[in-house]
């Protein structure tokens, strides 16, 4: 029992705030958007955004797409500003790496 524990302790060191969750294949489906990072796909779920993509060209941006890749969630923690305003994403993220796109039907 004392090992079971143990391992579990140190499985869950790995899955702290910085990825809960990295390289499950998926598919999604929604409206290809900018945002000021990345492209980004809304769907029902909410944002997937496509970090290797800074934008959609004019043959996607606005058009339903589909999109297939690894999943890829990240806890961002918001900085400390010391009282100044920034730009920053915070929050549960949902990223897309190694993107396959097309128009959906």
Do not use: C
Request: charged share 20%.
């Amino acid at each position: 029992m004392f090992l079971k524990i143990l391992l579990y302790s140190f499985i869950l060191s790995f899955t702290g705030n910085d990825q809960d969750f990295y390289n499950k294949k998926i598919t999604i489906t929604g409206t290809a958007e900018n945002s000021k990072a990345y492209a980004v796909v809304i769907t029902s779920d909410g944002p997937y955004f496509i970090p290797h993509l800074s934008h959609w060209n004019d043959h996607y941006l606005g058009k339903k797409v589909k999109v297939t890749g690894r999943l890829v969630i990240k806890n961002h923690e918001a900085q400390s500003t010391h009282g100044k305003q920034v730009q920053e994403m915070a929050g549960t993220i949902r990223y897309i790496k190694r993107a396959k796109v097309s128009l959906a039907e």
